[in-house]
């Protein structure tokens, strides 16, 4: 069993950053594929950026690349989501997920049923 927590979610005026962060348990951390996904109101939950297990690729959004940095502590066992030049379409909840046996990760990352396990989310509001 996996738990994922995140924090770090708030109100930001657009042009500002924030910084998510996603704490896990599991013994094999150190195996999962991370991503974190966004859902907007009435939008369905869509992909923000991915990261490896050894942290070596990492994967974006066009919607955010440039503009979000993925990362991983395998020691701490926390995956983080720096966001900087917030604009009010990154308005969502974020949330952070697992997939703990990653196969083909490169053609999967995006993929919602690729991971097993989620977050309860953390809300980010980008005011104009």
């Known amino acids: 069993q996996v738990q994922l927590v995140e924090s770090g979610g708030g109100l930001v005026q657009a042009g500002g950053s924030l910084r998510l962060s996603c704490a896990a348990s599991?013994?094999?951390?150190?195996?999962?594929?991370m991503g974190w996904f966004r859902q907007a109101p009435g939008n369905e939950r869509e992909f923000v950026a991915a990261i490896t297990w050894t942290g070596l690729s990492t994967y974006y959004a066009e919607s955010v690349k440039g503009r979000f940095t993925i990362s991983r502590d395998n020691v701490k066992k926390t995956v983080s989501l720096q966001m900087s030049s917030l604009k009010p379409e990154d308005t969502a909840v974020y949330y952070c997920a697992a997939d703990t046996s990653p196969t083909a990760y490169s053609r999967t990352y995006s993929l919602l049923g690729a991971y097993d396990y989620w977050g309860q989310g953390t809300q980010v509001t980008v005011s104009s």
């Open positions: 599991g013994r094999t951390f150190d195996r999962y594929a």
